[in-house]
T-cell receptor, first 113, second 113 residues
Framework: EADIYQTPRYLVIGTGKKITLECSQT?????MYWYQQDPGMELHLIHY???????EKGDLSSESTVSRIRTEHFPLTLESARPSHTSQYLC????????????FGEGSRLTVL | AQSVTQPDIHITVSEGASLELRCNYS??????LFWYVQSPGQGLQLLLK??????LVQGIKGFEAEFKRSQSSFNLRKPSVHWSDAAEYFC???????????FGAGTILRVKS
């Protein structure tokens, strides 16, 4: 069973608030990812990291930012949330080499009013 | 660029009936292929994966998938569906070596009793 955790699982906030979605993994994986998931759509990669102090933007443009100060921790921040940010955010990790298999957290469902 | 097509957005099958979910990919080299399952409110769980060798791969929960290079397909099958299989299924393709995965839009499976 994968050991990757996301908090909060559900969050409802008002427009303009700053939010941070937490993601932690205990598998020692160097690579971590954030995907955005909307109903009926592909999972879109919005951020990824190949190690400490390494962050890159993904295929889908996002106003969120990420940081990677510790190997096990990869938080995502929205400085000023808007209704268009309403979505499910999935965190994942993978080993440096190997198949590229991703291990996913349970997701954070964000609703911005 | 890699891409994945899952032609069926929804599929409904009777409990006990067989199941086949379709997946077509586009990738220039030998792909790494995955099927993930997502239950409501949960993250994605790996069902099975293909890297090389035997083109028929077995996964968890009685699922199997067959890689057909000539058809660029990696269809998921199960001989007898259980009500607990109702979920959303995602096909993904990657290059291996820890590179990013590209996901399809998913197929929602409904099981009727």
């Amino acid at each position: 069973e994968a050991d990757i955790y996301q908090t909060p699982r559900y969050l409802v906030i008002g427009t303009g608030k700053k939010i941070t979605l937490e993601c932690s993994q205990t598998m020692g994986h160097d690579k971590m990812y954030w995907y955005q998931q909307d109903p009926g759509m592909e999972l879109h990669l919005i951020h990824y990291s190949y190690g400490v102090n390494s962050t890159e933007k993904g295929d889908l443009s996002s106003e969120s930012t990420v940081s990677r100060i510790r190997t096990e921790h990869f938080p995502l921040t929205l400085e000023s949330a808007r209704p268009s940010h309403t979505s499910q955010y999935l965190c994942a990790s993978s080993e440096w080499l190997g198949s590229g298999e991703l291990f996913f957290g349970e997701g954070s469902r964000l609703t911005v009013l | 660029a890699q891409s994945v097509t899952q032609p069926d957005i929804h599929i409904t099958v009777s409990e006990g009936a067989s199941l086949e979910l379709r997946c077509n990919y586009s990738y220039g080299a030998t792909p790494y292929l995955f099927w993930y399952v997502q239950s409501p409110g949960q993250g994605l769980q790996l069902l099975l994966k293909y890297f090389s060798g035997d083109t028929l791969v077995q996964g968890i929960k009685g699922f199997e998938a067959e890689f057909k290079r000539s058809q660029s397909s990696f269809n998921l099958r199960k001989p007898s569906v259980h009500w607990s299989d109702a979920a959303e299924y995602f096909c993904a393709v990657g290059a291996g070596g820890g590179n990013k995965l590209v996901f399809g839009a998913g197929t929602i499976l409904r099981v009727k009793s």
